[in-house]
């Protein structure tokens, strides 16, 4: 939908685009709402859903830097990683509420670009924008854009994944390439050229979490690797279980571009931010068939069996190295790379 | 609960805070999840909820600077504002997601006192925070902190209102005092010294809704006069039912010190935002009945009738002044106070 103003394409957000008055309405007029392809109407407090037998919610705040990566920018992010956030307790989605807050200043056009990203993501997902907000801050009091974006979603019948219930003798499954999102992120925001051979995994999982519900309670836990990358996801669920794992260096699906990126700067892939992929830990007898369900929705195309579960070393999660050796995968101190969502 | 390392005290926010590792974790157990009052146990990435009949679900950014004010800070306006925007859609809150985004550097104890006013909030309105995430910035991409507060709230048996349902010949009530809010955190923040009299009206206002509830569909129309204050309100009912209202400027409940700010700042107090107070519209044959249901609850003590709405001039808010002429009240532009919440 175009904007009516399209003079508003040169012009900046002002502090009173966050105020609640004429100039708040009208950026939500012109702008906002017809990027979520939301109907116009009374705005309310609060939005009213349908009944929800068995509710979910999650809430994430991005304030991923630079605002635009190749293969996304903070606008498809903050669907993504909400969608997922429910997708990995076996949720769908069923609406959004989109909070932003914006520096004065601000280019329209750029904000335009943002929500109109959101937008589609959302689209894409199938989950409306029911209710938001707005809030502008003075010149140096935040870093152009930040978006908060809660889900709330309805838990697929039979499934009840949590990182508490990994048992022995589970099968870790991990549904495609790690060390896309962070890397590409890292290399837009340095300039280090990698632009070109990586782009985000950003993604939306829950068709992927759908095409697993009929393992209903087969599947023990979901985790989609973000901050603190995969050995974060696999130590939580660790801890969480009291359940130990052992990874297997050699099924660990690296791009050659991660890889070379990792190298030059230091960086170990284990410990990059995702955003398209997820670890599923199921019974060893119920890997095929979930390989098998992954496989065939395109986010799971190349998922791979990494690991397995071990009541050998409770909590604790082990490499097997290709050299064979092994190492434990520590939970990472902090982070080699602020602001990566 | 005290922080198992009293050391921390003395310490500030680190990059590493919001990675999602180690940093991550020992900051939700030491100091985020005591504050909240949450059981420690495996932290998910989203939370379930009990099946929700009618739900209702809202989202606010509180950027508010200072963050601490005369009667409040902004844990406990994060609570407030989302609690109160349920309220005004007719629903008591269920739960609260809460995303924090702070700036590399802040003081640990000033964050513990935050989130421990947020928690004290969100006991006091019985509503438990079931999920949340922490983000960090580094120095300058952030003014301290923000807070993003969503709520799910349960819409009371009868109550359906709406901005859009005010008809012509309701009643326009107002639950307590107007400009507290606004002036107290400017007064601080510029140090005016209006601080001594004046504080933020700042309050849960579920309670005063559930006692309307009695009311039923009587109840055609409540929204709590935040950004923009009265006149924003006013204003946005006026336009999403297309019913005009006339306000008796000499009904309008503006304190002394409030008035005397306003004088001094050049504001208007109908563009100031209030926190703690609401306008509700009620069919005129039961403004008595709706008066009495208001002043039953502490929140409402002081609930008094404003205007009624009219037929005679559709979508506008005219103000009877005290020496008998009548002006329109606008939606205010923008803000005359950023930050404000």
């Known amino acids: ?140 009091a935040a870093d152009r854009l930040f978006i908060t974006t809660t889900g709330i979603g309805r838990r697929l019948p039979g499934l009840e994944p949590s990182a508490a219930r990994a048992r022995p003798n589970d099968a870790v499954l991990l549904s495609g390439p790690i060390g896309l999102h962070g890397t590409a992120v890292l290399s837009t925001r340095e300039g280090l050229g990698f632009d070109a051979d990586i782009a985000s995994d950003s993604c939306p999982l829950h068709r992927l979490v759908r095409a697993l519900a009929p393992l209903g309670g087969g599947v023990h836990t979901l985790r989609d690797p973000t901050r603190g990358g995969l050995a974060a996801a696999l130590n939580e669920i660790a801890e969480a279980s009291g359940t130990g794992a052992e990874i297997d260096e050699a099924a660990l699906p690296v791009p050659g571009p991660v890889a070379a990126a990792c190298d030059l700067l230091g960086l170990d892939p284990l410990h990059v931010a995702n955003e398209g992929c997820l670890v599923a830990y199921v019974p060893e007898p119920r890997a095929d068939d979930a390989l098998r369900a992954m496989r065939g929705v395109p986010e799971g195309a190349s998922a791979v069996r990494v690991g397995r579960t071990t009541a050998a070393h409770p909590g604790r999660v082990e490499l097997s190295t290709r050299v064979g050796s092994r190492r434990v995968i520590d939970m990472p101190l902090g982070e080699q790379l602020p602001r990566i969502c």
Do not use: W, Y
Not at 92 to 116: F, T
């Open 1 to 140: 939908m175009q904007c009516p103003t399209p003079r508003q394409e040169t012009e900046r957000v002002l502090l009173g685009h966050g105020a609640g008055g004429r100039l708040t309405a009208e950026l939500l007029a012109t702008l906002v709402l017809p990027a979520l392809g939301a109907r116009p109407g009374p705005l309310e407090d609060a939005a009213t859903l349908p009944p929800l037998e068995s509710p979910v919610v999650s809430t994430d705040s991005f304030v991923v830097s630079p605002l635009f990566f190749p293969g996304g920018d903070i606008g498809s992010l903050a669907v993504h990683g909400t969608v997922n956030d429910l997708a990995m307790r076996g949720a769908e989605p069923v609406a959004l509420a989109v909070s932003l807050i914006i520096e004065e200043g601000m280019a329209l056009a750029e904000l335009r670009s943002v929500m109109e990203s959101l937008g589609k993501a959302a689209a894409d997902a199938e989950v409306p924008v029911v209710t938001g907000d707005t809030k502008v801050v003075g010149r140096g």
